[in-house]
């Protein structure tokens, strides 16, 4: 069933046999695979069932490192999470992810890609994806044509080059908060909490269990929850906060007695070239413009259900010591059609004047927000019609201009990290500070893969390059250090190791020392890939399932407690 947690009486204690902490893509696949079975199920969701400008606002902090989101808008904090935004994009990490790889400090899972690959396949049914399928003679066969054509990366003796084709997935996309609600609301053995905000864990006396979560509510009532079973999967940032902030028995907070905690956060940095042009762009721009895809899908325009991108291939990851990536176009005018719709998200998540103080944003921000707001609007309306117009006819006659946008696998870098600020929310918790760092190597990886990559494209004539580019290693390097973007994934922050000296959980997911916490979600990824995380936190909350569900029956010696206390 789902409850608001505002209607919860005042101190009201509720045991259950799995407490699942976070409503997204980890947290609802968890729920949903256990809805309709033996165990009682609580699940905590800090919004609500829409978005919602105050709620939002809870997940307020500060940036400290290089120029990023604000933190109250690189989230989504209502039902489903960060599904609630993403593009769909799915497809497994690579083998070489998973690998050891000597010119990449850091890396290595302790799971084996082959263990991941029966839950990849499941994940396909929870996403709302195709056949498990990613061979690209396979994709051709069925959506291939003059418009959808491969870019050609053979060689002329039919060897493969060094780069090579990955085909991506596209979920509808699955908004899981609404896909599944229905499933979580009719489970009689799953109560799903709305606006629960988890303010910490209480252990016992060694902390080595979680005896009880404290939830709180705006202007509301106060519970706990107690649980044989708890799972975090609160996202990157949040999950790290919750730690820290559980200090009662560990002073630096729980599960962080390496200091490991917040340690290794990472995005997945996006690096553009200067403009470029296809010399075939009627065959090839379909699968490969990113902007054109997304825009299509939002206005719901027939598009193909995959999308391309280039990838190093291993040898020459190998070769050059490169790490992971992945390459695709980016229209001209994308960027001010964005920043147009980011202007009137910001308008309409922003709370009230007289709460913007209470929820972490000054009154000067927030008039800034207002001021600044109209005038981005505007300044990106001829971006923004040229997006819808192009999105909607796309004249193949007319010539674009394009950047080649790398999305790169980052460095494993334990400097740049989520800690505590001096600054606290509405109930009193430290706000996060987020310090996102790249390393020299992030930078030089960008820089050489570019360069190898348009080299490679003029010397097949498949570009020409814009406004006289140089294919000088010094402008390619300029290019690599101007403005980094991002992708929105908040990762590495309680990441997965055998050892308790170099990671926070273990293979199982489980926090090392403590003995009935389970961490979900991105934040465990040792290393990050260079494709989208979501298939892979659905994959791990599936795995994770299975040997939550296989412990806790095997534990049972009594019948399960009841959900949800008497006193509701």
């Known amino acids: 069933m789902l409850r608001d947690a505002r209607h919860v009486l005042n101190g009201t204690h509720i045991d259950c046999d799995l407490c699942v902490i976070g409503g997204g893509a980890?947290?609802?696949?968890?729920?949903?695979?256990?809805?309709?079975?033996?165990?009682?199920?609580?699940?905590?969701?800090?919004?609500?069932?829409?978005?919602?400008?105050?709620?939002?606002?809870?997940?307020?902090?500060?940036?400290?490192?290089?120029?990023?989101?604000?933190?109250?808008?690189?989230?989504?904090?209502?039902?489903?999470?960060?599904?609630?935004?993403?593009?769909?994009?799915?497809?497994?990490?690579?083998?070489?992810?998973?690998?050891?790889?000597?010119?990449?400090?850091?890396?290595?899972?302790?799971?084996?890609?082959?263990?991941?690959?029966?839950?990849?396949?499941r994940s396909?049914?929870?996403?709302?994806?195709?056949?498990?399928?990613?061979?690209?003679?396979?994709?051709?066969?069925?959506?291939?044509?003059?418009?959808?054509?491969?870019?050609?990366?053979?060689?002329?003796?039919?060897?493969?080059?060094?780069?090579?084709?990955?085909?991506?997935?596209?979920?509808?996309?699955?908004?899981?908060?609404?896909?599944?609600?229905?499933?979580?609301?009719?489970?009689?053995?799953?109560?799903?909490?709305?606006?629960?905000?988890?303010?910490g864990l209480d252990t016992n006396h060694s902390a080595t269990a979680v005896e009880r979560v404290q939830v709180r509510t705006l202007d509301g009532p106060g519970f706990t929850v107690g649980a044989r079973l708890f799972v975090l999967g609160c996202g990157?940032?949040?999950?790290?906060?919750?730690?820290?902030?559980?200090?009662?028995?560990?002073?630096?907070?729980?599960?962080?007695?390496?200091?490991?905690?917040?340690?290794?956060?990472?995005?997945?940095?996006?690096?553009?070239?200067?403009?470029?042009?296809?010399?075939?762009?009627?065959?090839?721009?379909?699968?490969?413009?990113?902007?054109?895809?997304?825009?299509?899908?939002?206005?719901?325009?027939?598009?193909?259900?995959?999308?391309?991108?280039?990838?190093?291939?291993?040898?020459?990851?190998q070769r050059h010591a490169l790490p992971n990536s992945r390459t695709y176009l980016v229209a001209s005018y994308h960027s001010g059609a964005l920043d147009a719709f980011k202007a009137m998200r910001d308008l309409r998540l922003l709370p009230s004047r007289h709460r913007c103080r209470r929820f972490g944003v000054s009154e000067d921000e927030a008039a800034s927000l207002l001021r600044n707001a109209g005038p981005r609007i505007l300044r990106s309306m001829p971006q923004l019609a040229h997006a819808l117009f192009d999105s909607a006819i796309d004249p193949g006659w007319l010539p674009r201009r394009f950047t080649l946008e790398t999305v790169l696998e980052p460095v494993p870098n334990p400097e740049s990290r989520v800690t505590l600020d001096h600054a606290t929310d509405p109930f009193g918790r430290n706000l996060p500070k987020v310090d996102w760092r790249l390393t020299a190597q992030d930078r030089w990886g960008a820089t050489e893969t570019q360069r190898?990559?348009?080299?490679?494209?003029?010397?097949?004539?498949?570009?020409?390059?814009?406004?006289?580019?140089?294919?000088?290693?010094?402008?390619?390097?300029?290019?690599?250090?101007?403005?980094?973007?991002?992708?929105?994934?908040?990762?590495?922050?309680?990441?997965m190791h055998d050892?308790?000296?170099?990671?926070?959980?273990?293979?199982?997911?489980?926090?090392h020392g403590v003995g009935n916490l389970y961490i979900a979600g991105s934040s465990v990824f040792p290393t990050m890939g260079a494709d989208h995380p979501t298939m892979t936190i659905v994959a791990l909350a599936l795995r994770m399932t299975d040997r939550i569900l296989a412990l806790l029956q095997d534990e049972r010696s009594s019948p399960p407690a009841p959900a949800v206390a008497a006193s509701l």
């Open 124 to 199: 396909h049914g929870v996403l709302g994806l195709g056949p498990f399928e990613y061979d690209n003679d396979y994709w051709m066969e069925r959506v291939g044509g003059p418009k959808t054509e491969l870019i050609p990366v053979e060689n002329e003796d039919g060897s493969s080059s060094a780069f090579e084709n990955r085909v991506a997935q596209l979920s509808p996309p699955i908004r899981m908060g609404e896909a599944y609600r229905a499933d979580i609301g009719r489970a009689a053995n799953i109560t799903a909490f709305l606006n629960a905000n988890v303010t």
């Open 26 to 121: 980890a947290g609802l696949t968890i729920a949903r695979e256990l809805a309709g079975g033996s165990l009682s199920v609580v699940l905590l969701e800090g919004g609500g069932l829409e978005v919602d400008g105050i709620s939002q606002a809870l997940y307020a902090g500060r940036n400290v490192g290089l120029p990023y989101e604000r933190l109250t808008t690189a989230r989504s904090r209502y039902l489903g999470g960060s599904t609630n935004c993403w593009g769909g994009f799915s497809r497994p990490l690579e083998r070489t992810d998973f690998a050891e790889r000597p010119w990449i400090p850091g890396s290595g899972w302790p799971i084996p890609r082959d263990t991941m690959m029966p839950y990849y396949e």
């Open 236 to 317: 990157g940032i949040e999950n790290a906060r919750i730690l820290l902030l559980s200090n009662k028995v560990q002073a630096a907070g729980l599960g962080n007695g390496n200091d490991l905690v917040g340690r290794y956060f990472a995005d997945h940095p996006r690096f553009k070239t200067s403009p470029i042009r296809l010399t075939r762009q009627g065959h090839h721009r379909t699968l490969y413009d990113v902007s054109l895809c997304l825009a299509r899908r939002r206005l719901r325009r027939p598009h193909p259900s995959i999308a391309l991108a280039l990838s190093p291939t291993e040898e020459l990851q």
């Open 452 to 495: 190898l990559l348009r080299e490679d494209l003029l010397r097949r004539g498949l570009i020409t390059l814009e406004d006289g580019g140089s294919m000088g290693e010094k402008n390619m390097g300029e290019a690599a250090m101007a403005d980094v973007g991002w992708c929105w994934h908040h990762m590495g922050t309680t990441r």
């Open 499 to 511: 050892s308790p000296r170099h990671g926070v959980v273990d293979p199982d997911g489980r926090v």
